[in-house]
């Protein structure tokens, strides 16, 4: 069996290599059904290996039915393994692969500043708690998610959002995405109405509509959702408002709004949901309240820890009315049983003993200085020709250009001019409205980088 070849120097077993080589050779039929094998102490003999490599070898292809024995005759090609190849289009692999350009400067918001995870303390306490914790925590979990974690954050977001809930009314989710799957499931059913911002994260538009939902935009200006020109004739399913930090544009809904959100909600016997996705990160004047406050029993609460602490802890947080505590329950339950216990206890650690507070309020600092440098370049290369939205809040903010329209064609300019940045037409229901407004997310870049995109956006562009 000189087709079969043995390489010593590559660090894939030899029994690998024989039972590889003999498995593709059987399903492409250049063995076919039929075939007698040579004996393992032929083989062996052949290649140069010890008998019990080679034996080996047919033993896990006899096990997977390539092969079938036969008392007293030897070792055979079994019936109905041959399966016949089908050509793919390598051109289509080879050439539609997304190209990574390492001098790219992306602008994309929502993403903290990854090099500066406090890794040493999360470290610590993910070592504590696979140490020191009952061996029960490596078995399956409860849906809603640990004790330990929804007990803390309940004091923490009473404190520092003046979020209103018990432990029990908390389902821990694998970040905001997920929670908002859920208030879907729990919400929607076809063709009903959600009243909605516009603008409001495309993703958050696509599941909803993914329910069957029916979205009804209302417009938003620099104090966030117009309330005003809510439609009082319909029941909606729910309103999805982003109260402390309008995404994109970066209002913040007064109290006046929001009483009449709550006024309508109880109107229309509908829920709230509110979406406080980065509020901790204020700039400008004191911390703003959720709206969750006014009424827990009738507001859905949405947090993530993506943008505070990592996206790749997929962490998150739904708090829900007594209502709805039980169904949420059993969806989270058929969703994916249940949030990783160990990553849950980490972070109820790193939230009770203090880090989370001293790691927002170092992130807080740094992430005005990369604001205002951004903005001064902004100031710098394009003069009065633009106007700022929403930068008092946040991991980015909305630049207004003059007589410049971002459109895919000019977007894709700049693509190959080595800058990236998102428009806010991206994210509208009602579209046109925005066709000169980009969003700049400046929380994972570094000052050379702000300045080396900004110069790039300018070279483009004119």
Do not use: M
């Given at each position: 069996m000189t087709w079969i070849t043995i390489d010593r120097s590559q660090n894939t077993p030899m029994i690998r290599q024989i039972y590889?080589?003999?498995?593709?050779?059987?399903?492409?039929?250049?063995?076919?059904?039929?075939?007698?094998?040579?004996?393992?102490?032929?083989?062996?003999?052949?290649?140069?290996?010890?008998?019990?490599?080679v034996l080996e070898a047919y033993e896990q292809l006899l096990a997977e039915g390539f092969l079938e024995g036969r008392l007293g005759s030897g070792t055979f090609v079994a019936e109905g393994t041959y399966l016949k190849k089908i050509e793919t289009n390598s051109f289509i692999a080879k050439n539609h692969q997304p190209k990574k350009n390492n001098n790219m400067i992306d602008f994309r918001s929502g993403i903290p500043a990854l090099d500066l995870f406090p890794?040493?303390?999360?470290?610590?306490?993910?070592?504590?708690?696979?140490?020191?914790?009952?061996?029960?925590?490596?078995?399956?979990?409860?849906?809603?998610?640990?004790?330990e974690l929804r007990t803390v954050l309940a004091y923490y977001?009473?404190?520092?959002?003046?979020?209103?809930?018990?432990?029990?009314?908390?389902?821990?989710?694998?970040?905001?995405?997920?929670?908002?799957?859920?208030?879907?499931?729990?919400?929607?059913?076809?063709?009903?109405?959600?009243?909605?911002?516009?603008?409001?994260?495309h993703e958050i538009q696509t599941i909803f509509q993914s329910y069957g939902a029916s979205l009804l935009p209302i417009q938003v200006d620099e104090n966030g959702m117009d309330t005003s020109q809510i439609p009082q004739d319909i029941k909606p399913a729910f309103i999805f408002v982003t109260p402390s930090h309008q995404f994109p544009m970066g209002g913040t809904l007064p109290i006046q709004r929001r009483i009449q959100l709550i006024e309508y909600a109880r109107k229309t016997d509908c829920y709230i949901v509110e979406d406080d996705y980065d509020s901790e990160f204020r700039y400008e004047g004191p911390p703003v309240s959720s709206l969750q406050g006014l009424d827990p029993n009738r507001t859905i609460y949405i947090g993530t820890f993506s943008k505070i602490l990592s996206p790749a802890l997929r962490l998150g947080y739904l708090i829900l009315p007594p209502a709805l505590i039980e169904r949420g329950r059993s969806l989270k339950y058929f969703s994916d049983l249940h949030t990783p216990s160990l990553e849950q206890l980490t972070l109820a650690l790193f939230i009770k003993e203090g880090f989370l507070e001293k790691h927002i309020f170092r992130m807080k600092k740094i992430y005005r200085k990369r604001r205002d440098f951004l903005k001064e370049q902004l100031y710098n290369e394009f003069g009065d020709t633009i106007k700022i939205?929403?930068?008092?809040?946040?991991?980015?903010?909305?630049?207004?250009?003059?007589?410049?329209?971002f459109s895919d064609h000019l977007l894709s300019k700049l693509h190959d001019c080595g800058v990236k940045v998102y428009p806010v037409e991206l994210h509208t229901i009602q579209k046109y409205v925005y066709k000169n407004h980009i969003i700049l997310g400046f929380g994972n870049l570094k000052e050379e980088q702000m300045k080396e995109g900004i110069l790039k956006l300018k070279s483009c562009l004119f």
């Open positions: 590889h080589q003999l498995r593709i050779k059987i399903l492409s039929g250049e063995i076919s059904a039929g075939y007698r094998l040579p004996s393992t102490r032929q083989l062996a003999e052949e290649l140069g290996v010890s008998r019990n490599v890794r040493r303390q999360w470290g610590n306490l993910a070592k504590r708690v696979s140490i020191e914790t009952n061996h029960s925590l490596f078995g399956y979990d409860s849906p809603e998610g640990r004790i977001l009473l404190r520092t959002r003046g979020v209103e809930c018990q432990p029990e009314q908390l389902i821990i989710t694998t970040g905001a995405t997920q929670a908002l799957t859920l208030v879907a499931k729990l919400l929607l059913s076809q063709n009903e109405t959600v009243i909605i911002e516009d603008p409001i994260t939205h929403g930068d008092s809040t946040g991991l980015h903010f909305v630049t207004e250009f003059n007589e410049v329209h």
